[in-house]
Structures are given as C-alpha cells and as structure tokens.
C-alpha cells in the first residue's frame, strides 16, 4: 500500500516570500503520479501541480513549483512569491500510473497561510 | 475545463432518514467517480470507487450497506445516506475521472456538507 506524509500540519509566510511545503512518499510502483491539491475555505479542490514518476525534469507553473527527488521518494511544493489567495490547505497526493480508475492517496495535509 | 457539480451543496436532515447526494460530471464522461469524507482540518478520505454500470468497489471499514452509490451513466452518480445518524455529519466530496483523457487526472465536486440532527 502506498502512504504519503506531510509533516507539516500549518506553515506561515509573508506576502511575496516563498515557501516550501513537504511532502514524502512509499511506494513500490514505479509508475506513479504526484499531485498537489489546494483547498481553500470554499473547500473546492483544486488542482494546484501533477508530476509523472517517469518524468525527470521538476514540473512547475507559474509561481508553482516541485522539487521531485525519485530516490529519496521526497516531492516539495515551492511558492513563490505568495499572495493572500494561497492561503489554503495543502495536500499532497500519489497515484498509481497505468490502471484505469486508479485511486489518489493523500496526506494530511498543510494548512498555509499568507500574511500580509 | 472539465466541470463536476454537487447537489446539494448543503443538507440538514433527521436521524433516521435518508439523504442522497448526486455527483455529475458535465462536460466529459467520467467512467469512474470516486466518493470521499472529509472531516473539519482533515484529509480526504476515500469511501468508495464508483464504476459506471457496475456495483461500488467500497474502502475497508466503510458499510456498503448504509452508504449505497449507484452510477447509472457515464455522467451520474449518486451517493445515499441510508438511516443517517448524527455521527455520519460530513462533508462528502466526489471526484470524476476524464475517460477521455491520457493523464488519469481526477477532477473535484465542490462538495456537500451534511448535518444529520
């Protein structure tokens, strides 16, 4: 069975800084893909950044980015340049590649907040 | 973009009556559609895994019975509260994936809070 672990339960920062949000995982698979989610109050998930498993270069859009470490099956979330919208709750999730229908695992999750 | 909705958004209802939440996909077909539970400040936890025109495939410790899903089309499915108590009070959040898309992305309701009194 696969597990994913935040070990940050809140994180904080100021407007325009950045912040670095952890997320590890086990698995055995080697087909895969990781994901970070964004919840903010409204509760909508949204889908913030995916990364294939095969895929070596970081994904990133925009002020997003990944640091993708395969081998040490580590894979951080960087904001740059934070705005008052990215107060949210963080989730970091796997799911296993090449199945139909396959389920997401999600961690516990990082309440971010953005001070202004 | 692909959009799924819920109705309703919110629901009260009596414990020992019955309440059921529909997930729709609206602009693609979603072959599978996953149910999740969602407790205040906690993750997301996976109920069932809803595939069209078969029965429910239902997560460890989560009872088939009081919690009955049916996905009839490649666009519905729904999720019953059967007998709900007040300690089955919840946010419920579906997902559907895109049976037409290559990356096996998933793409959220915004979800339903129940309040079972």
């Known amino acids: 069975a696969q597990t994913v672990t935040q070990s940050q339960p809140e994180m904080s920062v100021q407007e325009a800084e950045t912040v670095t949000l952890s997320c590890t995982y086990d698995t055995s698979e080697n087909n895969y893909y990781l994901f970070w989610y964004k919840q903010p109050p409204s509760r909508q998930m949204i889908l913030v950044i995916r990364?294939?498993?095969?895929?070596?270069q970081n994904a990133t859009e925009n002020r997003f980015s990944v640091n993708f470490q395969k081998a040490a099956k580590s894979f951080s979330l960087k904001i740059s340049d934070s705005q008052l919208g990215d107060t949210a709750m963080y989730f970091c999730?796997?799911?296993?590649?090449?199945?139909?229908?396959?389920?997401?695992?999600f961690g516990e999750g990082t309440q971010l907040t953005v001070n202004p | 973009g692909a959009v799924v909705s819920q109705h309703p958004s919110r629901v009260i209802c009596k414990s020992g009556t019955s309440v059921k939440i529909e997930c729709r996909s609206l602009d693609f077909q979603a072959t599978t559609m996953f149910w999740y539970r969602q407790f205040p400040k906690k993750s997301l936890m996976l109920m069932a895994t809803s595939n069209e025109g078969s029965k429910a495939t239902y997560e460890q410790g989560v009872e088939k019975d009081k919690f009955l899903i049916n996905h009839a089309s490649l666009t519905l499915s729904t999720l019953t509260v059967t007998s709900a108590h007040p300690e089955d009070s919840s946010f419920y959040i579906c997902?559907?994936?895109?049976?037409?898309?290559?990356?096996?992305?998933?793409?959220f309701g915004p979800g339903t809070r129940l309040t079972v009194t």
């Open positions: 990364q294939e498993a095969y895929k070596q």
């Open positions: 999730a796997f799911m296993r590649g090449g199945t139909s229908g396959s389920r997401l695992t």
């Open positions: 997902s559907a994936r895109d049976a037409g898309s290559k990356g096996d992305e998933q793409y």
